[in-house]
């Protein structure tokens, strides 16, 4: 039994947007009553080596969103994404629409405004975004309801969110072959994510969940549906009643040798402002990087 509040009758529209670069899927949800819709996760396109910042992902999602005569009204964030950017802003900029992260982002604009050295122009209380979530706090999509469940461990401001019949795992779960996110950066923490994961896993087993990532593993296609039942039975790192310590000694040892996100360090600095980029003395977009300092 979960003590959130699940209506499993409630069946959004659930459509994925799957970003070759970094092998994350945004989503359009859409309320099946009105033309009240969300996205969830958005991705801003990098040429990292280049410095170029391109919108052909957010572009798809605005052009569907457009094309069903969608309203947006929510662009939400399950977390500060160490491996994207958002393109939150440009797409709000397009199609209106509120912001939406978990309200720990405050502890992640902390420790990150630290590691960028940011001036005190940098706000460390989320108030670049419009709305912050805590555990178990509700909004409406049109005539349908979301909740936000409190997720931490891989970050800390994780939050999953459910809408309906369809749960958005953000990075705490990937399908039951991929296992889990990582628990190693900073205010990440294993024993955590587990909770975290069997807090989740509370949901209804027949309850849609859908992955932010999926690498493919074994050579599969890429997949991004699966199902809280399916994730209980089958999840390699956590299904079939795998204890805590055996999850946190797995799950820190494979961290360990994991490297470093190749996006890591401009999506840092993009996500915790919102999506914005920021800007140098000029006003002029520009990123950073701190050497050694991650
Ligand atoms: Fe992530």
């Not at 092998?23 to 991705?43: G, H, L, Q």
């Not at 800390?156 to 958005?168: D, E, L, S």
């Amino acid at each position: 039994m979960t003590p959130y509040p699940v209506n499993m009758d409630v069946r959004p529209a659930v459509e994925a947007f799957f970003d070759d670069a970094t092998n994350t899927i945004s989503y359009i949800v859409k309320d099946p009553t009105s033309e009240a819709c969300a996205i969830i996760d958005s991705v801003m396109d990098i040429d990292y080596a280049a410095g170029r910042i391109t919108y052909d992902h957010a572009d798809a999602l605005i052009a569907r969103i457009t094309e069903m005569g969608g309203k947006l009204e929510w662009i939400i964030e399950t977390h500060v994404h160490a491996d994207h950017l958002s393109a939150a802003p440009y797409i709000q900029q397009k199609l209106g629409g509120k912001i939406g992260v978990g309200e720990k982002i405050m502890v992640v604009q902390e420790t990150f405004g630290k590691v960028f050295n940011e001036g005190t122009e940098f706000q460390r209380d989320g108030s670049q975004f419009d709305a912050l979530f805590k555990d178990g706090d509700t909004y409406e999509i049109g005539n349908m309801q979301g909740f936000a469940m409190y997720t931490p461990g891989h970050t800390p401001a994780c939050m999953v969110h459910v809408i309906g019949n369809a749960a958005f795992a953000g990075d705490t779960l990937f399908m039951p072959d991929g296992g889990s996110a990582r628990a190693d950066f900073p205010g990440g923490d294993a024993g955590e994510l587990y909770d975290s994961i069997q807090k989740v896993l509370t949901l209804p087993d027949d309850m849609r969940l859908f992955m932010c990532h999926d690498y493919g593993p074994n050579g599969r296609d890429i997949a991004w549906e699966t199902s809280v039942g399916e994730e209980k039975a089958h999840n390699i790192h956590v299904g079939g009643g795998k204890t805590k310590e055996e999850f946190v000694k797995f799950r820190t040892e494979r961290d360990a040798q994991l490297a470093v996100p190749k996006l890591i360090i401009p999506s840092l600095q993009v996500n915790m402002r919102a999506g914005e980029v920021p800007t140098d003395d000029n006003g002029n977009p520009m990123l950073k990087v701190p050497v050694n300092g991650l």
